[in-house]
């Protein structure tokens, strides 16, 4: 089956949403079809040219569902990229220790700055650590310490630092004890 026209398009996108910098002819590309729709469902794309993939496209037809990176070709991905149906990025995901096991969501505000990540610490697939930011800079912090899916840790931070930070010791819900940083002399 040949590439419908579409896929020039689409690899025109990808690069441009992978930041590349290198032209689709300088790529080896694979697509994927369906083979009872023929509708396009993966791209495989080696950027480089040297037999390792770089990056793995999950397409529905013409829209992108999810891009996998490896970016620095060790055969691990590093960068998961969610999209929506509009075709904005949702999130993106993040492997911490660099093995290829996504562990950490960014999500993204409306000026491209991140604006919440959330952190699976056990490394599970389950986020427990949820941190917010303003203008870039971590302001608070959210964390179900003991796995019980409740929130029982509780931080603020300002200008980088911490603030205070407050447990739930008795599994009310709420925060019983607290340490205040900023009363520190």
Known sequence: MSAPPVLST?????????????????????????KQSGRLVR????GERDGKPDIFSYMDGSQFVRIEIDKDEDGNIDRWEYYGSDQKLEKVGLSRLNDGI???????????????????????????????????????????TNGDTRIDRWETYREGAPVSVSFDT????????TIDYSARP
């Open 43 to 46: 791209l495989i794309v080696d």
């Open 102 to 144: 996504v562990d950490a969501w960014l999500f993204r505000s409306a000026d491209g700055s991140g604006e919440r990540m959330e952190i699976a610490t056990r490394r599970d697939g389950k986020p427990d650590r949820f941190e917010f930011y303003e203008k870039g800079a971590l302001v608070r912090a959210e964390q179900d």
């Open 170 to 177: 008795k599994s009310t819900g709420s925060p019983d004890v």
């Open 10 to 34: 689409l690899l025109l996108m990808l690069f441009a949403f992978c930041g590349c910098g290198r032209s689709p002819g300088d790529a080896n590309v694979q697509p994927s079809y369906d």
